[in-house]
T-cell receptor, first 113, second 115 residues
Framework: AQSVSQHNHHVILSEAASLELGCNYS??????LFWYVQYPGQHLQLLLK??????LVKGIKGFEAEFIKSKFSFNLRKPSVQWSDTAEYFC???????????FGSGTRLSIRP | DADVTQTPRNRITKTGKRIMLECSQT?????MYWYRQDPGLGLRLIYY???????NKGEISDGYSVSRQAQAKFSLSLESAIPNQTALYFC??????????????FGPGTRLTVL
């Protein structure tokens, strides 16, 4: 069965630290990849997405992610985090031609001011 | 996303009660979804609907039912609520015209507590 793994359940960083959140998926076919963010008390919002082309995609608020097909990975990065980045981050995978997105279990990011 | 609304936003109920959660969208999307979110488990798909006449079970449909009253409305029912259905429930929509590329748009969520 297709699955999405986010190995870091809770990450705690200080402001200005660099961030990398891991995401691996199990499906071997063509996929679309997403990172969603959920700020405290709010609904999920799209942070960035990969459909095709340049494997390094840039999203909102300075986030970027790199698709590495050989590693089945789509890690999220930000060079310098801010306190306002405190949120839960979800990686998601959509098998091309399907309408069912599979979500990872999420990574909670806490930023110390 | 203001284009996807959910009612109620919070609900506390008792075991055995029937509960309906409602979702409406103004995005004009034909596909709608219900998820539940539990700590450490991410989002799990309960039911999804590709149009008014098409309803499909997701990975955790037991104990739930849905109704697609119109393209813009998709309701989730708990016929007899039980405490392990306490969770945050999200409705989402997507557009089949972009099939294969369908980003989903989420509502604000309904926090349900079953005592």
């Amino acid at each position: 069965a297709q699955s999405v793994s986010q190995h870091n359940h809770h990450v705690i960083l200080s402001e200005a630290a660099s961030l990398e959140l891991g995401c691996n998926y199990s499906y071997g076919g063509t996929v679309n990849l997403f990172w969603y963010v959920q700020y405290p008390g709010q609904h999920l919002q799209l942070l960035l997405k990969y459909f095709s082309g340049d494997p390094l995609v840039k999203g909102i608020k300075g986030f970027e992610a790199e698709f590495i097909k050989s590693k089945f990975s789509f890690n999220l990065r930000k060079p310098s985090v801010q306190w306002s980045d405190t949120a839960e981050y979800f990686c998601a995978v959509l098998r091309r031609g399907s309408s069912k997105i599979i979500f990872g279990s999420g990574t909670r990011l806490s930023i110390r001011p | 996303d203001a284009d996807v609304t959910q009612t109620p936003r919070n609900r506390i109920t008792k075991t055995g009660k029937r509960i309906m959660l409602e979702c409406s969208q103004t995005k004009g999307h034909d596909r709608m979804y219900w998820y539940r979110q539990d700590p450490g488990l991410g989002l799990r798909l309960i039911y999804y609907s590709f149009d008014v006449k098409d309803i499909n079970k997701g990975e955790i449909s037991d104990g739930y039912s849905v109704s697609r009253q119109a393209q813009a409305k998709f309701s989730l029912s708990l016929e007899s609520a039980i405490p392990n259905q306490t969770a945050l429930y999200f409705c989402a929509t997507s557009d089949s015209l972009r099939d294969g590329y369908n980003e989903q748009f989420f509502g604000p969520g309904t926090r349900l507590t079953v005592l």
